[in-house]
Structures are given as structure tokens and as C-alpha cells.
């Protein structure tokens, strides 16, 4: 499966659940709505066999660097939030 955003594409950071916050989801509930881009990522197996794809993304309002996950970025000109699996089911 290949990574589904590309190194120096502009991404728009996507709110997390406020269900069972976190410590690393209100840290970065602050930067929800915040543009960014794409300047690195990569990628995980576990033992499942999944793959996972992690993302670190410039933040353009404060230069800061963060790593996020696939379901919490979007592409910018999308018109609608990508849904997750577990919204398919």
C-alpha cells in the first residue's frame, strides 16, 4: 500500500476525539484546522502486518514539527474529512 500523501504536499491537521483523550491527542488538538506540509515520513509494521504511515509535518503558523498519524492530517483541497476503517464498517 502506498503512502496516500506525498514529501512537500500541503496537508490541513484534522480535529481528534475528544473520547478518552489522550496525552498525545491534546497536544495536538491545539494545531486541529492548522495547515501544514509534508516533509518527511515513514512507514511501520507491526507483528500484524499492518502498515502504518507516519507523518512529520511543518506546521506553517509557528515552524513547529510534528508527527502524525494518516487519520490525522487530510489532503488541503479535499472537501470532506477522509473516513476512517472503521467509519466504512
Avoid at 47 to 62: A, H, I, K, S
Amino acid at each position: 500500500m502506498p503512502a496516500a500523501y506525498e514529501i512537500g504536499e500541503d496537508i490541513l491537521i484534522k480535529p481528534v476525539s475528544e473520547q478518552g483523550l489522550s496525552l498525545r491527542e491534546s497536544t495536538l488538538n491545539p494545531y486541529t484546522g492548522q495547515t501544514g506540509k509534508i516533509i518527511n515520513y515513514h512507514w511501520i509494521i507491526p507483528p500484524t502486518g499492518e502498515v502504518f504511515y507516519l507523518y512529520t509535518v511543518q506546521v506553517d503558523n509557528d515552524n513547529k514539527e510534528l508527527v502524525l498519524y494518516e487519520d490525522e492530517i487530510q489532503h488541503m483541497y479535499d472537501s470532506k474529512p477522509q473516513s476512517s476503517e472503521a467509519d466504512d464498517k
